[in-house]
């Protein structure tokens, strides 16, 4: 069965401290890694996907990055803006599903 | 309206009520599905259309219908919940139902079974 593991649960930041996200995954044939950002009361809204270790991608402040066993959210210099919860999915096998994390929840303060 | 909208947004019910929730993509999209997320789980999978033909069920009880009329919309009807039925109802679409397809979520419906 398709896992997803997803770690801190909560993380508080100060506005500027970078820090990273970690989503550990087992899966069965890997079809490609989603990173999602949700805000209180509303849909998750598309940030990357990743579909092969090594590859990286940017936006902004936040940059992802996959290995063969687990995927990081890198924040640069976060604002009070970024603050939500960063859900990791992986879309494996034949399934159509995404299986998700439970997700980190991000404070970035002042 | 663009990407993926839902109807209502807040919703309360009583337990013999039945309702139905709307989804909408103005994305062209072939495939779409419909998920549940409770507080403190991971989001879960109900079900997936591809070209309007049902296509999974991750056994889902019976109160809970799908149904979708085109490949634009998405209707889950609703009847006789339960108080644990209570929870974010989010519809997404993707371009095909096939692997590794970016999946675009709808801002979901708020349910409260009473």
């Known amino acids: 069965e398709d896992q997803v593991t997803q770690s801190p649960e909560a993380l508080r930041l100060q506005e500027g401290e970078s820090s990273s996200l970690n989503c550990s995954y087992t899966?069965?044939?890997?079809?490609?890694l989603f990173w999602y950002r949700q805000d209180p009361g509303k849909g998750p809204e598309f940030l990357f996907t990743l579909y092969s270790a090594g590859e990286e991608k940017e936006k902004e402040r936040l940059k992802a990055t996959l290995t063969k066993k687990e995927s990081f959210l890198h924040i640069t210099a976060p604002k009070p803006e970024d603050s939500a919860t960063y859900l990791c999915a992986v879309s494996a096998g034949t399934a159509s599903k995404l299986t998700f994390g439970t997700g980190t929840r991000l404070q970035v303060t002042l | 309206e663009t990407g993926v909208t839902q109807t209502p947004r807040h919703l309360v019910m009583g337990m013999t009520n039945k309702k139905s929730l709307k989804c909408e993509q103005h994305l062209g999209h072939n495939a779409m599905y419909w998920y549940k997320q409770s507080a403190k789980k991971p989001l879960e999978l109900m079900f997936v259309?591809?070209?309007?033909?049902?296509?999974e069920n991750n056994s889902v009880p019976s109160r809970f219908s799908p149904e979708c009329p085109n490949s634009s919309h998405l209707f889950l009807h609703l009847h006789t919940l339960q108080p644990e039925d209570s929870a974010l109802y989010l519809c997404a679409s993707s371009q095909d139902r096939g692997y590794g397809e970016t999946q675009y979520f709808g801002p979901g419906t708020r349910l409260l079974v009473l």
């Open positions: 259309y591809s070209l309007e033909e049902r296509v």
């Open positions: 899966v069965s044939g890997l079809r490609g």
